[in-house]
DNA sequence: GTGGTCTAGACCACC
DNA sequence: GTGGTCTAGACCACG
């Protein structure tokens, strides 16, 4: 089951980016499978407090990809086979690690401090 | 002295905001220091390949946040305390290690595969 | 009786916009007269192929503009005076010559060019 | 030179493709010729009273039919070879010679009439 | 109720 | 000044 508790909006970044990537990681984490009913427009701009177009302009970008299937009338449903899955969760996974590493590295910040720094957030 | 980094509009944040941050990095980073001049906004436009106006927008909100003053016709100089230094390095790192460690634990990742991540990155 | 025709959005027209024009033009023809009964909402829908929410629509529009009465319950009836009539036809000549003779017009053809268009086009 | 002189909003159809229609016609009438600049969004919204995102949409769309190029921070110029002009020509008054004579044919007019009708309204 | 699209206004990068 | 894009709100067709 798809689930907004844990997302909240950044500054900068557009709003409909930050929720095909929040959708995405719930993919990647396996919260939100295959033929599983999205929320609708209404229903999810409503409870992020955006208007219902930015989130049909993410659910686009996501069927453009494959990841959703819309039909006029009826929810939008995900489609995922195990291979897309795994590609997302590469993908993420490499982009937030290299950025992550990107920017410890050039505060001077040494691995075993990054590590020791992983530890500390991780709770 | 800031150093040169890509920029580009492709992940939808700002190519100014990404200039104000680039350069917090290096307060953090201790690679800019205080007092140091920075380099004119058409020098720094024509290194970082962007236009002038948008090195404007950056000078006036680092500016705003008294980072910087620039007095007419003067060049910009950093005005740095070891207090704002520190604040903008936790900022910086809160931030990010927040964002990466959670994005982590949901995707069910263990603190001990993200720490071999990290390594595995860090070249 | 109303006579099927092709709806579609493709000119970006709305639907019952089209249907409310379809169904004056048969008035203005005369192959629709007072006192008719018009097909009902759930009939007309499946001869024209669309939702019966949107013969809904255009019978509405129409009720408003007093060219049919809906009581309760009973069928709608066309509610046509001569003067209606003529008056349908004159707007729907008007606005369509007019329209077209600007174009062409415009367009630099010559009246007779225009004429033998007409022929052209005739069959 | 392109102008909006004779041009007027209908009802029902979308505004961007009125202007689409309105600047092919143009095309069709050669007062608008290869290396011609367009109004800017801003201009040509301001003179028809709409916001410059219909403009930017409607030359948008002739940017995807290859008759216009736009260049960020320069003006949009029109794009024309011989042949594109002679195609929306035919284009033109193919539509618009089906869909009057399909009126007036329904409407139960004779060709002859037609003609008439056509003289009547030419002044 | 659902998704699709048109219009509107503000902001961005660039010349 | 220019064009490009993101967010917002209203309307449409459909189940």
Redesign the pocket.
Known sequence: MISFQHFSLEDGV???LQIVRHIKQEIAAQTIEHGEE?P????LSALLG?????I??A??LL?EEGLIE???????VMVLTEETVAKIRTELLEQEASQAVALLKQMGITMEEAISLIKKYWN
Chains 1, 2, 3, 4 share one sequence.
């Open positions: 557009p709003i409909y999205l609708s427009r209404r229903v955006v208007n219902p177009n930015t049909q302009k659910y686009k069927e819309s039909h006029s009338g009826a929810k939008s």
